[in-house]
C-alpha cells in the first residue's frame, strides 16, 4: 500500500514539474532519467529479474529516443549528427545488454551520458534563459500558425 501511494505521489509530483519546467530543465530530467532507468535495469538484471530487466531498458531507449529528438542539428549539424549517432550507439548497446544479460553495456552507456549530462547542468544561466525563451518563441509562432489555419478552416492543409 506505501509503495503505490509512493509512486503515485511521485508521478502527481513529475507531472507538476514538467507542467512549470523550462525546456532546459525537461532535457535534464530526461538525462537524469536514463540514468537512472539503466541503473535499474542493472540491478534487475544482477537479480535475474528478465522482465524488470527489459523493461527498464524499453524505458531507457525511449528517453534516449526522446533526446535524440530534441537535437537541434540547424546550430552546428556536424555536432548534431554526432550527438545522434552517439544515442544510435547507446540504444544499440542497451539492446546488447538486454539480449546477452550483461552489465559490462550498461556501465558504458553510463560513462557515455554522463559527461554529457554534467556538460549539460553547467551551461550558464543567461544561455539557459536566451535559448528558453526562443524555444518558446518558436513554439508559440507555430501555435499562432496553426490557430491561423484552424480560424481559416484550412485545419489539415499547408
Known sequence: ?????????????????????SPYRITQMLFEGFIERVNQAKGYMQSNDLALKANYITKAIGILNGLQGAVDVSYNEELGNRIIGLYEYMKDRLNDANINNTTEPLDEVIKL?????????????????????????HFAEIDAAQKERNRKGFAYND
Open 113 to 137: 551520458i554522463t559527461p554529457i549530462k554534467e556538460a549539460w547542468d553547467q551551461i550558464p544561466e543567461d544561455v539557459r534563459e536566451e535559448q528558453n525563451a526562443a524555444i518558446t518563441k
Open 1 to 21: 500500500m506505501y509503495g503505490r501511494n509512493l509512486k503515485a505521489y511521485n508521478r502527481t509530483k513529475l507531472e507538476a514539474e514538467l507542467l512549470v519546467a
